[in-house]
């Protein structure tokens, strides 16, 4: 983690960060084949004398996640008793996909989740954070995973430098497959067009670039992502 302090007059502060990563692909879980939900909640439990999961730190509420009784009740209804857990936070996913708009002038890094699901409309991270909000309700661990998305441009143009941003999903744990990320905003299980470059709680432990800034004047932010496959 590096740290700038800027104690002279200035317009504008460019951060530019270049990686190279090499991605390694994932088999694809059956999903008919985890655990029942409930039992993957009952094993989250505290038992005296028995380590806790390192999981069920990620089951309990945080500063951007919360639950409300219409939370339970939209995800109950895809974790119906005995419902493998898998199978269930798939069938979440559809739903969110399918009632929920994209629209990025909806909400901001503030707006809490029970406006998200009262309005249906968000970006992202609304949809990631309402879709952690679901599983944690239901007592099931679940993480924030902030990254890059391989984006391709529409025939016949070429690829913008910087026209992307950054993504969010979802992680969720069954005990018999590991982490199992879950992009609600484009209703697929991840794959290598997926980066991760963090995951936590939610967006408040991963964001990539935090400060405070002092002074008069009006403060524009802007952002520009480009993934570049190398041959």
């Known amino acids: 983690m590096d740290h700038v302090t800027l104690l002279r ?7 530019t960060s270049r990686s190279l990563v090499r991605l390694h692909s994932a088999s ?5 084949t985890s655990l029942p939900w409930e039992t993957v909640r009952d094993g989250l439990k505290y ?8 999981a069920s730190q990620f089951a309990f509420a945080s500063p951007y996640i919360e639950s409300s009784p219409d939370v339970v009740a939209f995800a109950s209804r895809s974790f119906t008793a005995g419902r493998p857990l898998l199978a269930a936070a ?13 629209d990025t002038a909806a909400t901001t890094m503030t707006t809490p989740i029970t406006k998200v699901l009262e309005e249906r409309r ?6 990631a954070h309402f879709q952690i909000a679901c599983l944690r309700s239901l007592g099931l661990p679940a993480r924030y995973v902030s990254g890059y998305l391989l984006t391709d441009p529409p025939p016949g143009h070429a690829r ?3 026209a992307d941003a950054s993504h969010a999903w979802v992680s969720v744990h069954s005990p018999v497959h590991g982490w199992v990320d879950l992009d609600p905003t484009n209703d697929v299980l991840t794959d290598r067009r997926h980066i ?3 995951w936590g709680r939610d967006y408040g432990d991963v964001s990539p ?8 004047g009006r403060h524009v932010l802007k952002v520009g992502v480009s993934v570049v496959p190398i041959a």
């Open 47 to 54: 038992q005296k004398g028995t380590p806790a999961s390192e």
């Open 209 to 216: 670039l935090r400060g405070v800034i002092l002074g008069g």
């Open 90 to 102: 798939v069938d979440l996913m559809h739903r969110i996909y399918d009632d929920f708009t994209f």
């Open 160 to 162: 913008l430098i910087g």
């Open 28 to 32: 694809t879980p059956d999903v008919d």
């Open 196 to 198: 991760t470059v963090a």
């Open 9 to 15: 007059p200035h317009e504008g502060l460019t951060v």
């Open 122 to 127: 968000g970006v992202c991270q609304d949809f």
